[in-house]
């Protein structure tokens, strides 16, 4: 009787541990990193893959198994909008795994609506704590409709003009804001301005990404990648927070966070 009674106790024990372990362990995978910390994570990755020491973490059987049994909301620790150019792997690019990584591609990395919505979703139902505007030298996108604005454009399928309109203004912008720089030289600053664009697009349309980042709950920065060289370049995040405030200042400021109609 008391060795049934023990091997009853140990057997609760074990029960017990396995319960916990389970709790600790689900508590963990739900405890995201703080936006600097996503970001330094984003810029760790970085520099290992630029000096060849990838640790391709997340890629194992474990990952996968955990894949298709848990929700992704409870590891990903980035959204990133990028080009769908074949050049910029993106979980390569930082070195991350399986349900590191909220992706969003598009020709161009424009943010109009399709891509607002994908980014909200990252933010609000994914929860990750930062999203990443990135752009990329030698952008094909961004080089063709420069072309176009400097008069020397080509026929295009009938779909492409309204999915890289967005690209014009930034184009336009980075012409008036260096009129020394002439012809195809503008081309780099019209990817960075495109980045700027994207953002202060999203700003406008998406009162959900304002709110998340004005409560601290997530981040979004801008970078360009050198596809070259396979460095990504930062840039200023002093100019998000300004962007924010001259979107919040428009008169066309999206207001209303939630959609209607009962979706």
């Known amino acids: 009787m008391k060795r049934i009674f023990s091997v009853f106790v140990i057997g609760c024990c074990v029960l017990a541990l ?6 600790a362990s689900e508590k963990a995978a739900a405890k995201k990193p703080s936006p600097d910390e996503a970001v330094a994570m984003l810029k760790a990755g970085n520099a290992r893959f630029i000096e060849g020491k990838c640790q391709h973490p997340n890629t194992n059987a474990a990952r996968l198994h955990q894949a298709g049994t848990e929700n992704q909301g409870d590891h990903a620790y980035a959204t990133v909008i990028t080009c769908s150019d074949s050049r910029v792997p993106v979980e390569r690019v930082f070195d991350a ?10 020709a161009g990395n424009v943010c ?5 919505g994908s980014i909200e979703y990252g933010l609000a139902h994914v929860h990750t704590p930062v999203l990443v505007v990135l752009g990329h030298t030698q952008c094909g996108a961004v080089t063709a409709v420069t072309h176009a604005v400097l008069g020397k454009g080509h026929a295009l399928e009938r779909n492409i003009p309204p999915l890289v309109d967005n690209i014009e203004p930034a184009v336009r912008a980075a012409m008036a804001s260096h009129p020394n720089v ?17 953002i202060e697009e999203l700003f406008i349309e998406s ?4 709110d998340i980042v004005k409560s601290g709950k997530a981040k979004v920065v ?13 840039l200023p995040e002093a100019k998000v927070a300004e962007i924010l405030k001259k979107a919040e200042a428009n008169p066309k400021c999206a207001k209303e966070a939630m959609a209607g109609g009962g979706h």
């Open 97 to 106: 795994g399986v349900m590191d990584i909220f992706v969003i591609r598009v």
């Open 207 to 210: 009162p959900a990404t304002r």
């Open 182 to 198: 002439k012809g195809a030289d503008i081309i780099p600053y019209a990817i960075e301005q495109n980045v700027w664009q994207g």
């Open 222 to 234: 801008g970078a360009i990648y050198d596809v070259g060289t396979g460095k990504v370049n930062w």
């Open 18 to 23: 396995t319960v916990l372990s389970a709790a």
């Open 112 to 116: 109009d609506v399709d891509e607002r």
